[in-house]
T-cell receptor
Framework: GAVVSQHPSRVICKSGTSVKIECRSL??????MFWYRQFPKQSLMLMAT?????????EQGVEKDKFLINHASLTLSTLTVTSAHPEDSSFYIC?????????????????FGPGTRLTVL | AQRVTQPEKLLSVFKGAPVELKCNYS??????LFWYVQYSRQRLQLLLR??SRESIKGFTADLNKGETSFHLKKPFAQEEDSAMYYC??????????FGKGTKLTVNP
């Protein structure tokens, strides 16, 4: 199968500190990973698209200096929440894109990590 | 603009009853539609996509371009189907746009 891990699964930090979240594709290479944010009882909102070896593409309204993304290898993307504040508290989910070949067709599929619960005090 | 609407936040049915989770979309081109499922304490996973026209765990979904809908159906719901279901759209890029989700509860 295609497994995506996230670390840590849960983090509590003080306001003003920075937090790094890792997203790894364990058994496949992913040139593209995605970072989502999910508020309680709400849907996943795409924050940015992370491309290996190049700058991330941020969605409108997402501060790139606040949410730093580094996709340094084909199996690892990191999201750093800088100078975190209580309003940054949320559930952060990553996904990794894998190309799949089936029935003589190819298509890409996103595999999701288990998420990271960030609480900023 | 790409938009996915799931009108029901909560849906409750009894075991063995038919279930339909509604999904409507807005997109000017030819979209790719997906249903994702999230079971309790588990990660989001793909249930089915319209291009594969598969039936997964008894669920089917047909893309209706006229009505811009992609409703998820199962003729006989099971208790293990209880989960959060998200409809998602992929337009011209790789990005997925998710609906707000429907929480399905199948009662014994």
């Amino acid at each position: 199968g295609a497994v995506v891990s996230q670390h840590p699964s849960r983090v509590i930090c003080k306001s003003g500190t920075s937090v790094k979240i890792e997203c790894r594709s364990l058994d496949f290479q992913a040139t593209t990973m995605f970072w989502y944010r999910q508020f309680p009882k709400q849907s996943l909102m795409l924050m940015a698209t992370s491309n290996e070896g190049s700058k991330a593409t941020y969605e409108q309204g997402v501060e790139k200096d606040k949410f730093l993304i580094n996709h340094a290898s084909l199996t690892l993307s990191t999201l750093t929440v800088t100078s975190a504040h209580p309003e940054d508290s949320s559930f952060y989910i990553c996904s990794a894109r894998r190309d799949t070949f089936r029935d003589r067709s190819s298509y890409n599929e996103q595999f999701f990590g288990p998420g990271t619960r960030l609480t900023v005090l | 603009a790409q938009r996915v609407t799931q009108p029901e936040k909560l849906l409750s049915v009894f075991k063995g009853a038919p279930v339909e989770l509604k999904c409507n979309y807005s997109y000017s081109g030819s979209p790719e539609l997906f249903w994702y499922v999230q079971y309790s304490r588990q990660r989001l996973q793909l249930l089915l996509r319209h291009i594969s026209r598969e039936s997964i765990k008894g669920f089917t979904a047909d893309l209706n371009k006229g009505e811009t809908s992609f409703h998820l159906k199962k003729p006989f719901a099971q208790e293990e189907d209880s989960a959060m279901y998200y409809c998602a759209l992929q337009g011209g890029s790789e990005k997925l746009v998710f609906g707000k989700g429907t929480k399905l509860t199948v009662n014994p």
